[in-house]
């Protein structure tokens, strides 16, 4: 069964390190735990229409959190590096945050 593109990228991640790499076309996203760097790059060309280059995933664990005397944590998820090929445009979601 195909997954929706839409299902496959969750969302942008906005820090400090994911802002610094847009300088070398490197685009940081949030993306579904099941979702290999196959798919990814195809949901990145399709919903943005870019040409991409090479993905780079990570799998990375959620943190313990306390509320008080509870303790808990936030849940794992996957984050995928994706790299655009030279002279591809601009993901424009990002541009103005450069």
Same mark, same amino acid.
């Given at each position: 069964?195909?997954?929706?593109?839409?299902?496959?990228?969750?969302?942008?991640?906005?820090?400090?390190?994911?802002?610094?790499?847009?300088?070398?076309?490197?685009?940081?996203?949030?993306?579904?735990?099941?979702?290999?760097?196959?798919?990814?790059?195809?949901?990145?060309?399709?919903?943005? $229409?870019?040409?991409?280059?090479?993905?780079?995933?990570?799998?990375?664990?959620?943190?313990?959190?306390?509320? $008080?005397?509870?303790?808990?944590?936030?849940?794992?998820y996957?984050?995928?590096?994706?790299?655009?090929?030279? $002279?591809?445009?601009?993901?424009?979601?990002?541009?103005?945050m450069?």
């Amino acid at each position: 069964m195909a997954k929706n593109v839409h299902s496959i990228i969750l969302k942008p991640v906005i820090t400090e390190a994911s802002m610094a790499n847009l300088q070398m076309g490197k685009y940081t996203f949030k993306v579904a735990k099941d979702a290999n760097k196959i798919e990814i790059a195809k949901a990145v060309e399709e919903i943005f $229409g870019v040409k991409v280059a090479k993905v780079n995933t990570l799998n990375c664990n959620g943190r313990s959190k306390r509320m $008080g005397k509870y303790e808990g944590k936030t849940p794992d998820y996957k984050k995928a590096i994706v790299t655009l090929a030279e $002279g591809s445009k601009t993901i424009e979601f990002f541009d103005g945050m450069m």
